[in-house]
């Protein structure tokens, strides 16, 4: 196994929102404690401020797929992507909604990431922790949320076989109806019975700009950066729409997107 190393990532240009500065990241290929480091992965759903926490990503000792029996394990450094490809090819069927679903396993673990219903921890069959493994039914989890506090190595599958290509296709054109600016992704979650969106859109934020950043035009729960946006811009978007919002619904939207 490779030994843990530092890397200089540019945040501006990794993060998907293009927003961050320069930083020395540390590349873990070993297991072990590292609780003064924050897990970033693809920094796809990060908004990382002038000053952020020290970092870490997973190294090629966790970009893995192994299939035994009816589990396939993936570390956590695997790309979303590269996942669905496998499971395309060996025929593994309700891993469709990765499509076009940005980031490594790691991270969509974390954050019990999918799309409307369909969420990655419906098909999670246990997690390795650095205490080992931990069965999905021993970890609190629901819509864009889990409890998992240490960093997650590798993620337990349960296999059941028919990939759906109608289904895949579903999902595709689910993903083309977002924003292709530079973005987050969803930066509110959808609250209880309503729409994140809806709501932004109806105090009147739909493509309103701060700086180089706005809620898009075409999905108003989007911060998307249309140019050297700045962290300042993005917060002061973020907390004018909790502000209007709560207002006028008396409803706290909660972020999505993970500050730091």
């Given at each position: 196994?490779?030994?843990?190393?530092?890397?200089?990532?540019?945040?501006?240009?990794?993060?998907?929102?293009h927003?961050?500065?320069?930083?020395?990241?540390?590349v873990?290929?070993?297991?072990?404690?590292?609780?003064?480091?924050?897990?970033?992965?693809?920094?796809?759903?990060?908004?990382?401020?002038?000053?952020?926490?020290?970092?870490?990503?997973l190294?090629?000792?966790?970009?893995?797929?192994?299939?035994?029996?009816?589990?396939l394990?993936?570390?956590?450094?695997?790309?979303?992507g590269?996942?669905?490809t496998?499971t395309?090819?060996?025929n593994?069927?309700?891993l469709?909604?990765?499509?076009?679903?940005?980031?490594?396993?790691?991270?969509?673990?974390?954050?019990?990431?999918?799309?409307?219903?369909?969420?990655?921890?419906n098909?999670?069959?246990?997690?390795?922790?650095?205490e080992?493994?931990?069965?999905?039914?021993?970890?609190?989890?629901?819509?864009?949320?889990?409890?998992?506090?240490?960093?997650?190595?590798?993620?337990?599958?349960?296999?059941?076989?028919?990939?759906?290509?109608?289904?895949?296709?579903?999902?595709?054109?689910?993903?083309?109806?977002?924003?292709?600016?530079?973005s987050?992704?969803?930066?509110f979650?959808?609250?209880?019975?309503?729409?994140?969106?809806?709501?932004?859109?109806?105090?009147?934020?739909?493509?309103?700009?701060?700086?180089?950043?706005?809620?898009?035009?075409?999905?108003?729960?989007?911060?998307?950066?249309?140019?050297?946006?700045?962290y300042?811009?993005?917060?002061?978007?973020?907390?004018?729409?909790?502000e209007k919002?709560?207002?006028?619904?008396?409803?706290?939207?909660?972020?999505?997107?993970?500050?730091?």
């Open positions: 196994m490779a030994t843990n190393e530092f890397k200089t990532i540019d945040f501006s240009k990794y993060s998907s929102i927003i961050g500065p320069v930083c020395e990241v540390l873990i290929n070993e297991i072990n404690s590292y609780e003064e480091y924050q897990i970033i992965g693809r920094a796809n759903n990060l908004l990382i401020s002038p000053k952020p926490h020290q970092f870490a990503i190294g090629d000792a966790f970009d893995y797929i192994k299939q035994e029996e009816s589990k394990y993936v570390g956590c450094a695997t790309t979303s590269k996942l669905l496998y395309k090819n060996h593994i069927a309700h469709e909604f990765l499509a076009k679903l940005p980031g490594n396993l790691g991270g969509l673990v974390k954050m019990n990431a999918g799309l409307k219903s369909w969420e990655i921890f098909y999670i069959h246990a997690i390795k922790t650095k080992g493994y931990i069965k999905k039914e021993d970890i609190l989890y629901s819509y864009r949320y889990t409890n998992i506090e240490d960093i997650v190595y590798e993620v337990v599958f349960n296999i059941e076989s028919g990939f759906s290509k109608e289904r895949l296709k579903a999902f595709n054109a689910m993903r083309d109806n977002q924003p292709h600016t530079p987050a992704g969803s930066c979650k959808n609250p209880e019975g309503d729409f994140a969106g809806r709501l932004i859109e109806a105090v009147g934020l739909k493509g309103f700009e701060k700086g180089g950043m706005a809620f898009s035009n075409q999905h108003a729960n989007f911060l998307v950066n249309n140019g050297n946006g700045t300042e811009e993005a917060i002061f978007l973020i907390n004018l729409a909790k919002v709560k207002e006028r619904f008396d409803i706290v939207l909660e972020e999505e997107i993970s500050i730091c």
